[in-house]
């Protein structure tokens, strides 16, 4: 069996330490093969984007903490890598967007100096053929005028044509896994489309992996192979895509796609989840969704779920006696 792209295995990040301390991710795993895309969706702070910033040592320390967990990459971990190891492997293997250009772009150099040094750093390109090929990325992206843009200044274009640099900047050296934070919550949805369009196009030519992080579950339907959910910090329920949204398992699955509003509704009615997130994420006993779960029961507050795999894995007491009852190799209980 081929090694996958990307394997987390147990991986856990806390905020803060002592009894205040908050689980943010908290014993997540999960793999990616070459060329998929998978989805990770969930609340505001349900761990998505500190999962995802973690994946490439972006987690600010302190306050957060990688305590503990691997991140194979093409079978080497991530989370033991040296500084400079980590600098060759950001922006060349691995790159990762953003839904705040200005999170990855600086304000002091061009947009265009920006996407040519990082050619010539991993690249190795001359000065005229990284600018030759940045021009090239800007005009793949969309941007009019590419040119002409290349001499701008972040603060002198849209945020839109900021959000369109920085896709080229993270596109630039052909990344083998691109992860992308919310990439065009941003942008109108004209421009939404297109990027979108452009994501799926470099993964069909390429090969490239793309993790997509979002709250947008018809982002999700649009772009994913698969579907991992995730809930104060752990993976409520990982699906292929299709098997999803043909029927989620985990009782906040279905909270999630039912607060989606249907085209036909003659008045759409977003049906909100009672109850927020539990902050220090999964530190209690039972399943961290009992609070918010319509169809808790006894065992739930007592005892985390199993995480039962079928064809789906869902961390739920409801699936306890489905087909296959042994804990997943990827995912963990909430
Ligand atoms: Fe709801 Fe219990 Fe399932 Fe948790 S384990 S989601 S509380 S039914």
New binding site residues.
């Given amino acids: 069996m081929t090694e996958p792209l990307l394997a987390i295995e147990n991986l856990a990040v806390h905020f803060g330490t002592g009894p205040g301390s908050v689980r943010a991710v908290d014993g997540v795993s999960l793999t990616l093969e070459r060329g998929e895309i998978l989805a990770v969706v969930g609340e505001s702070g349900s761990g998505k984007s500190v999962l995802s910033r973690a994946i490439l040592r972006l987690v600010r320390e302190p306050p957060g903490r990688l305590v503990g967990g691997h991140i194979r990459f093409e079978g080497r971990d991530i989370a033991a890598m040296s500084p400079s190891e980590l600098r060759a492997l950001r922006g060349d293997q691995i790159s990762m967007i953003f839904q705040e250009p200005m999170a990855s772009l600086n304000p002091v150099f061009t947009i265009g100096f920006q996407i040519s040094e990082a050619l010539r750093t991993h690249r190795s390109l001359s000065r005229r053929a990284a600018r030759a090929e940045a021009i090239r990325l800007l005009e793949q992206v969309g941007m009019a005028d590419a040119a002409l843009r290349y001499d701008a200044y972040p603060n002198q274009i849209s945020g839109g044509m900021c959000q369109r640099a920085m896709i080229a900047q993270a596109l630039a050296c052909r990344p083998r896994l691109l992860i992308a934070d919310e990439p065009t919550t941003a942008l109108d949805v004209t421009i939404q489309a297109q990027i979108l369009a452009l994501l799926r196009r470099l993964r069909d030519e390429t090969h490239m992996a793309i993790i997509l992080v979002t709250h947008n579950l018809g982002v999700v339907a649009e772009m994913a192979d698969r579907v991992a959910v995730m809930y104060a910090g752990r993976l409520a329920e990982v699906a292929d895509a299709q098997t999803f949204f043909a029927g989620p398992l985990?009782?906040?699955s279905r909270g999630l796609m039912a607060s989606v509003p249907r085209i036909g509704d003659r008045v759409a009615t977003l049906r909100a989840i009672p109850g927020v997130i539990p902050r220090g994420g999964a530190a209690a006993a039972g399943?961290t969704?009992?609070d918010r779960?319509p169809?808790?029961?006894d065992i739930?507050r007592q005892t985390p779920?199993e995480f039962i795999q079928g064809g789906s894995r869902v961390s739920?007491?409801?699936h306890a006696g489905s087909d296959i009852a042994a804990p997943a190799a990827e995912g963990a209980a909430?």
Avoid: S
Wanted: with cysteine; hydrophobic share 30%; glycine share 0%.
């Fill in positions: 985990h009782p906040y399943c969704f009992r779960c169809q808790a029961m739930c779920p739920c007491w409801l909430p």
